[in-house]
């Protein structure tokens, strides 16, 4: 049985992996993962060998509700242990249409995550002299598809303050599979029939 702590750093973490496999790709570096540090934020941090530049990662998630949340966290560790419920794991409020109201919550979890940065910032300052990046991770939203990310940042751009993140990214991946119950059983259905490499990642701020 996986802990509450360990299943959330691996979360985190599986998150941070497909985000870092993204830019290494785009921006031709060899970001690798080096430590999920014990405070928080960040979550994560990465450092490319070639230069030694180093990237921190906060890695939170959306779902469609807390209800939601609790199922999926049940099946990943098969037991029936109470999901964990600590802001950490930012258990969203309830999505009833996706393509209408996901954006509010995408923009509510950004303030939060961005209040506790300037806490940690003002308590720890050492620990930011790296970039530091936030990723929404949209993976278990099922019906939001990469095109309502892009009219979702079309239609509202985002504003930070200089000393919060430097970027904020939706992270998102275009066939998901998700857990769903039929009759006694779990089965796995695929949204769409596309390759297992479909993440996408698209930049909410600064957006330019």
Known sequence: MIDNQNLKRAVEKSAGDRFIKLHNSEFSCNFQFESAPTFDPPDLIYCDGTNGQKLLIESTAVYYSKEDAKF??????????????????????????????????????????????????????????????????????????????????ENYPLTLSEDSYQEVWILGNESVRSPLFSGESVIDIPLVEAPATTDFRLKLFPNT
């Open 72 to 153: 999926l966290w049940k099946f990943k560790r098969e037991d029936t242990e109470p999901a964990p419920e600590e802001p950490s794991i930012s258990v969203g409020p309830l999505i009833t249409e996706p393509t209408d109201s996901f954006q509010d919550k995408v923009l509510q979890l950004v303030e939060k995550h961005c209040t506790a940065l300037a806490k940690a910032k003002k308590s720890r300052p050492n620990d930011f002299l790296n970039p530091i990046i936030l990723i929404v991770d949209l993976n278990h939203l099922l019906f939001t598809n990469k095109k309502n990310v892009q009219d979702f940042i």
